[in-house]
């Protein structure tokens, strides 16, 4: 049986999704770009990282609303929507706040930041889970790949676990395998984006057979000898 309040999966190319895919890969070459010291390309580092800031933004945007009113991967489901544009938000609300906190090098300055950057973790994880667990539910992105989004922040919010617990275990051993660990970390952070873009592309660009909606399991039909019985 159909669920009329099931979303309907798009059919043909899927705009929103490549467009959406294009700023994502986007964002996260600049990224890279700024990570290998080329800055200059974009001018200066804080104009560079504001334009990636501002790509990544433009992708959840489009990927929470979708195009011409096609392709929301939330099916534009408010809880979903939030979170995305919460994420869309969150650097320049960041921004904004570092400008307010104390700028000195004393024990409660840097007890200000260490708080913030605490809470500032909390609440991007909580808005990031949010987005991922909307796109897996919503059905829209076809088959297992609307899960692709919790795998990503599984990795990302793994490898940056695993460099803290590396942190405090080789403390003693210098710096260097701190960095080794840090860098590949950070790579991280630019290859993901850059495959979900990929991936977002190329199932914007599959074909799907038109009018394909969720479809929710029939309930039970009554079984014989159950129920009244006609005279």
Do not use: C, K
């Given at each position: 049986m159909?669920d ?10 899927v ?10 890969i ?13 800055d ?11 334009l ?11 990927f929470a609303l979708?195009?011409?009113g096609?392709g929301?991967?939330?099916a ?8 995305l544009?919460?994420?869309?938000g ?34 991007w994880l909580?808005a ?29 919010a ?12 080789v403390?003693s051993?210098?710096?260097e395998?701190?960095?080794?660990f ?8 630019v ?14 660009l ?5 009018g394909a ?7 039970p ?7 009244d019985?006609?005279?």
């Amino acid at each position: 049986m159909r669920d009329a309040a099931s979303p309907t999966l798009p059919d043909g190319p899927v705009t929103a999704w490549v467009w959406g895919g294009g700023l994502l890969i986007a964002s996260a070459l600049l990224q890279l770009v700024m990570m290998t010291g080329m800055d200059a390309i974009a001018g200066s580092r804080q104009v560079g990282y504001w334009l990636g800031v501002a790509l990544l933004a433009a992708a959840l945007v489009v990927f929470a609303l979708g195009l011409h009113g096609r392709g929301s991967v939330v099916a534009r489901r408010t809880p979903g929507m939030i979170a995305l544009f919460a994420l869309a938000g969150w650097p320049f609300l960041n921004g904004v706040v570092t400008l307010f906190l104390p700028s000195g090098q004393t024990a409660a300055d840097l007890e200000a930041y260490g708080i913030w950057a605490t809470v500032a973790a909390v609440l991007w994880l909580g808005a990031a889970l949010t987005s991922v667990m909307a796109i897996g539910r919503a059905g829209v992105v076809p088959g297992r790949w609307r899960w692709a989004p919790a795998w990503a922040l599984a990795v990302i919010a793994g490898s940056y676990a695993l460099v803290q617990v590396v942190g405090v275990a080789v403390a003693s051993m210098g710096p260097e395998p701190v960095l080794v660990f840090f860098q590949l970390q950070s790579m991280l952070t630019v290859l993901v984006p850059v495959l979900l873009g990929i991936l977002a592309i190329v199932l914007g660009l599959t074909p799907r057979p038109a009018g394909a909606v969720q479809v929710y399991p029939s309930a039970p039909e009554p079984t014989a000898g159950t129920g009244d019985t006609a005279a």
